[in-house]
């Protein structure tokens, strides 16, 4: 499935949202990932959802967080996203080169990849993370770096 879909799946239904209608018996695997999830949260200064759809999930888990990113290669799930957020202090992005460079220069320890002098070194980190011809979401490893505790 390409972007094209998960955007026509935005478009059409607002995001991954589904009528569907189940039944747990007991604690469900996604609880349990959440409840452990809760408990980590607080021990990183940032944390990236990548692939972060919508952004229920992200915005559920921003009061929980210090700082949370949420990054989608769906346009059209990141427009969802950002019209949710109401007072949370997540932020979510889409992955052009202009949201990229801002991206990555916040992250403690990058240098200002926004400066046209250092162009050279953000063309290398956008080559760094091309996936099929496309810039996506492979950043997270800087993210990872610069803010485990």
Partial sequence: ???E?????ARKNGGY???AVFTIEGVS???L????LVEMLPAFDTVLDAGCGHGDFTLKMSRHAKSIVGFDNSMEMI???NSMKDESQAVFYFPDTNEFAK???GIPGNPDYTDPSLSKDFDAKVEENQINGKLGVKEYKYIWKANKP
């Fill in 29 to 31: 695997a996604e609880q």
């Fill in 103 to 105: 991206f990555l220069t």
């Fill in 17 to 19: 949202r589904s009528n």
């Fill in 33 to 36: 990932f959440e409840e452990r």
């Fill in 79 to 81: 427009k969802i996203a």
């Fill in 5 to 9: 879909w998960y955007d026509r799946i």
């Fill in 1 to 3: 499935m390409g972007i």
